[in-house]
């Protein structure tokens, strides 16, 4: 049996970064498991139509860790980024509204805008109604029924699936906080008022996709990383890993950064936090390439139109330098609504069956009720016996690659000391 100090699943931005902190900090005995044949998980990009295209759905780098930033510049130099102002839109009604919608609801006509001004007025959060657990209640709650209805829950039921009341509000945080005065200020003065979403200024590469940064994070490691190696079964009282390649490794540490429900078989852990696991839910995405030019000013678009299969559309030529093209992503249960327009020659939505695509079994840890009580027990027992789950699959939490970034350099901080 191999031994290492470290062992590290998983070589996307969370399982690098750790394993470099390890190696900034002298360490030698560490080895990474990647399951695919390339590093950079979510993050990885590919060379499609003669540019650069985000397998994982489009990424770009927030700026709001400057430490992030400068760690993952010393790979590849902030010159070789370009700094962008967010532009992004929803598309409904049969226009591109900008987005937040609430903040820019003065872009539709006169009558509509008071139909959403009435409702948000309407809205429980506006009459100090208490805060629902549930997430469909939360968004009428919050938004009121018209933003509710036209959009929040068409397009979060074609980006996490249709049974919406299995989400709870605990991650809410992450939308735009925009009071009803807020919304009203900006139907009168016609420009966007209140908080913006996150990445209202981003980063993304000149010349490559967003996966060239973790590639050369990758490259600096060498063979400290096994590809093609999928990591089958943990045994948490031996801290022993078992691979599809028949191989087993022992550690002093092990930090995972694989989706939970990815072993077959766990060992030493207690049956019901076992089957916890398995309530742990996820989407899959896919992302399609298209040729045509867009007329947008925007970066990506969002379509909440449940008769159109994609829920955003991502604009390369208004990102990527000298690309043309865009992509969609598109949850996996209705990528089949793609072969039916194709079936009725429906092409009014770009279909070409000559299109890039790519399936991403994991793309979004589903924040289920009851999951941060399921993520605690288990992180708290593993951590227990020398296992932390870290990053977007080991804590199952919707980060971004910044955050994972951040948190996987203050776990290697923690455990060196
Ligand atoms: C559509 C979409 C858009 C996004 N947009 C942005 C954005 O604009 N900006 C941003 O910062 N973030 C964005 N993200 C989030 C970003 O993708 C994640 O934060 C980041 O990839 C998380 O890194 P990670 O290392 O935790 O997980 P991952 O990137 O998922 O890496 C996990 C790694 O584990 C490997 N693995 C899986 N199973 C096994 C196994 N059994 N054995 C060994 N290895 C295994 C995988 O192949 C992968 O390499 C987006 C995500 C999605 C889905």
Same mark, same amino acid.
């Given at each position: 049996m191999k031994k290492v100090k470290y062992l590290i699943l998983g070589a996307g931005p969370a399982g690098l970064t750790f394993a470099h902190m390890l190696k900034k900090g002298g360490e030698t005995s560490f080895l990474v498991l990647e399951k695919?044949? +390339? !590093? @950079? @998980? $979510?993050?990885r990009s590919a060379l499609v139509d003669g540019s650069p295209f985000d397998m994982g759905g489009g990424h770009f780098l927030d700026v709001k860790r400057p430490k992030v930033n400068e760690f993952l510049f010393s790979f590849l130099?902030?010159?070789e980024w370009k700094l962008f102002q967010r532009d992004s839109r929803i598309f409904i009604k049969g226009k591109s509204v900008g987005h937040p919608l609430e903040t820019n609801i &003065? +872009?539709?006509d006169l009558e509509e805008q008071v139909a959403y001004l009435g409702s948000i007025a309407r809205a429980g959060c506006n009459r100090e109604d208490p805060v629902p657990e549930k997430f469909v209640d939360w968004i009428r709650w919050k938004l009121g029924e018209k933003i509710a209805e036209d959009y929040m829950l068409p397009y979060n039921r074609k980006m996490f @699936?249709?049974? $919406?009341? !299995? $989400? @709870?509000?605990? &991650? $809410?945080?992450k939308l735009p906080d925009v009071s009803f005065e807020q919304t009203l200020r900006s139907c009168l003065t016609h420009r966007a008022c209140g908080t913006q979403p996150g990445h209202a200024s981003f980063y993304y590469p000149r010349e490559y996709g967003y996966g060239e940064v973790w590639l050369r994070m990758a490259g600096q490691l060498g063979e400290r990383i096994r590809y093609n190696t999928a990591a089958q079964s943990l045994d948490c009282e031996e801290r022993m890993v078992r691979t599809d390649t028949g191989e087993a490794i022992a550690a002093g540490t092990i930090v995972t950064t694989i989706p939970w429900r990815e072993f077959r078989r766990i060992s030493g852990m207690p049956a019901e936090l076992i089957a916890s696991i398995q309530k742990l839910r996820a989407s899959a995405v896919e992302t399609r390439y298209r040729r045509q030019r867009l007329?947008?000013? !925007?970066q990506w678009i969002y379509v909440p139109d449940e008769e159109i299969p994609y829920h955003r559309i991502l604009v390369r030529h208004n990102f990527c330098e000298g690309s043309r093209g865009y992509w969609t992503e598109t949850r996996q249960e209705r990528t089949c609504l793609f072969e039916r327009q194709h079936e009725t020659g429906d092409e009014k939505n770009g279909f070409d069956s000559g299109d890039n695509i790519f399936l991403n079994p994991y793309a979004y840890p589903l924040n289920t009720l009851g999951k941060p009580e399921i993520m605690k027990e288990l992180l708290d027992y593993c951590a227990g016996k020398g296992i932390y789950g870290l990053g977007r699959w080991g804590e199952h939490c919707h980060y971004n690659s910044d955050v994972v970034v951040e948190l996987a350099m203050n776990l290697a901080e923690r455990l060196a000391e």
């Open positions: 695919e044949a +390339q !590093a @950079g @998980g $979510l993050c130099p902030r010159k &003065w +872009q539709f @699936g249709e049974d $919406l009341n !299995a $989400l @709870g509000v605990y &991650w $809410l945080e007329d947008t000013p !925007a």
